[in-house]
């Protein structure tokens, strides 16, 4: 166990007293979060929206910059995977259930319950339902993945340092960062990756559970829900014995190959004339709008104001939590690449990809709802995609492809969190010890587990929202941090 590094047993420390207190106390750890939370969106919304917005901003800059020449590892090193299996395993990694979750009922639920701006059911609220969903997967949350990931993957290829989030403050802070003051930041790191990912764990649990009893009639409760999630557990255990270049890559590819396949589906038994207008206007109305949608605030509009604390500031809050783990997967995959290959990679290939996936969803969801087929507005959100598939031709092969799919993403996204984890509590070492992801894996699950069997999803989700707010200081001290570095190597190489 001579490899396993403090902050392993001190974030499983943490861990064990936050399930603990969620259920031995629940209400009030709900009524604590949420207050926490409420504080957080009302006090820092204005912050988080200028935070996304620089690190958009600071990654177009790398892209047209000298330093977009700049490559991620040694001279001579090249890509470990080809570019199609790297942008599978973006997707993956980044976005996975979420997509299957929310790509039909978010563009629905703002198009019935429309943000201020616009009158729901209405021709107005379609299009502002497609650009708002647009802007919350969009290239914002790419550019904050991306320079996470150009730091932590600059500074462990380039100039041999651990993958760790620590060592990429080094260049500010020195051999401090070696002390208590780095531990504090890893155990920070992992903290947010182990639950981020329980919880959606949580998420895809009740979803799939949602698709069998749309199915096979299988009952919807936590006795279902804990068989599915024991059964992906041994399947990722099983996938991530099997290492980096092989569980994970294949199922990256199988996840695209299923997600192309389910997007297919949708746009040839959907509306698909309207689909593709859709896209292309909802896209030109993205781009068109993308500097005012990135500072809006509301701040003379209570309404508007209430609505984005509840949707842009709540996925802003939840996208930073989650980049400890996304990033650190995405600067493990991307060796070999340019900045600038890098860069224009991660902003673009995932964000036309969520859009597209979002018009094929939201269009077919939203026509059905404003043309009166189906009331699908009014179900459970894990329950929207299935009652929009119920409305089309081959309903049934529909439905089992997307509860494939989210399973395949399941794994996936539970897989490269045991390698991140693994990798963050053995000094940043990029073969973990096979012994530690089974236990990463495992505590996963049942943080999972026990807090959907307590109902404390809802306070798990604002526990890492919470945990969001330091980690964003964390992420701007690494954006100094890199620029200070490659400035410096730029001066070397004159």
């Known amino acids: 166990m001579r490899k396993i590094s403090n902050v392993f047993y001190l974030t499983i420390a943490l861990i064990v007293i936050t399930v603990g207190y969620g259920v031995f ?34 990654s177009i800059f790398l892209i047209f910059s000298p330093y977009g020449k700049i490559r991620l590892g040694k001279d001579t090193d090249r890509p470990e995977f080809s570019t199609i299996t790297w942008i599978a395993m973006l997707f993956s990694a980044g976005m996975g259930i979420g997509l299957v979750f929310y790509g039909a009922a978010e563009p629905l639920s703002h198009y019935a319950i429309s943000p201020a701006t616009e009158e729901a059911n209405t021709d107005a609220a379609f299009k502002e339902a497609m ?82 009893n749309y199915l096979f009639g299988i009952k919807i ?11 992906v557990t041994v399947l990722f255990i099983m996938s991530a014995s099997t290492g980096l270049s092989k569980g994970i890559k294949y199922l990256s590819n199988t996840n695209l190959v299923l997600a192309v396949l389910l997007l297919v589906f949708i746009v ?18 993205y781009v068109a709008n993308l500097v005012k949608m990135s500072f809006s605030t509301a701040p003379l509009d209570e309404g508007n104001r209430e609505w984005l604390f509840d949707w842009t500031i709540f ?9 400890p783990f996304v990033s650190m997967f995405i600067a493990r995959v991307s060796k070999g690449r340019t900045i600038r290959e890098f860069m224009v990679g991660v902003l673009l290939a995932p964000t036309l990809l969520c859009a597209f996936w979002f018009s094929a969803f939201g269009t077919t969801a939203i026509n059905m709802q404003k043309s009166g087929i189906a009331d699908i507005a009014s179900a459970p959100t894990e329950l929207v995609i299935f009652e929009m598939f119920h409305e ?64 404390g999803l809802a306070a798990l989700q604002n526990t890492i929202i919470i945990a969001a707010l330091p980690f964003s200081f964390v992420m701007l001290l690494m954006v100094i941090s890199l620029m200070k570095a490659l400035n410096i190597e730029r001066s070397r190489q004159r």
């Open 131 to 212: 650009r708002q969903s647009f802007f919350h997967w969009g290239i914002h949350i790419w550019a904050m993945y991306g320079i996470v990931a150009l730091s932590l993957a600059y500074f462990q290829f380039r100039k041999g340092a651990p993958g760790l989030i620590s060592a990429t403050l080094k260049p500010i802070f020195g051999k401090k960062m070696d002390g208590p003051w780095g531990t504090l930041v890893d155990v920070l790191a992992v903290f947010a990756t182990a639950f981020g990912v329980a919880t959606t764990l949580g998420f895809g649990a009740v979803q799939i559970n949602a698709g069998l």
């Open 25 to 58: 106390a629940s209400d009030s750890f709900e009524t604590l979060t949420v207050n926490v939370k409420n504080f957080v969106a009302s006090s820092f919304g204005w912050y988080y929206m200028l935070l996304l917005s620089l690190l958009l901003l600071l």
């Open 392 to 455: 089309m031709p081959w309903a049934s092969v529909i439905s089992v492809v997307a509860i494939l799919l989210i399973a395949s993403f399941f794994v996936t996204s539970a897989d490269s969190a045991t390698f991140v984890l693994g990798m963050q509590s053995t000094y940043g070492s990029m073969t973990p010890l096979t012994s530690v992801k089974v236990i990463w894996g495992v505590i996963q699950s049942s943080i999972a587990l026990i807090l959907l069997s307590v109902g």
């Open 268 to 285: 040839i038994l959907g509306p698909t004339l309207l689909i593709l207008n859709m896209f292309t206007d909802s896209l030109g109305g």
């Open 221 to 231: 409760g936590t006795f279902s829900q804990f068989v599915i999630i024991a059964i």
């Open 315 to 323: 996925y802003w809050a939840w996208w930073i939590s989650w980049a």
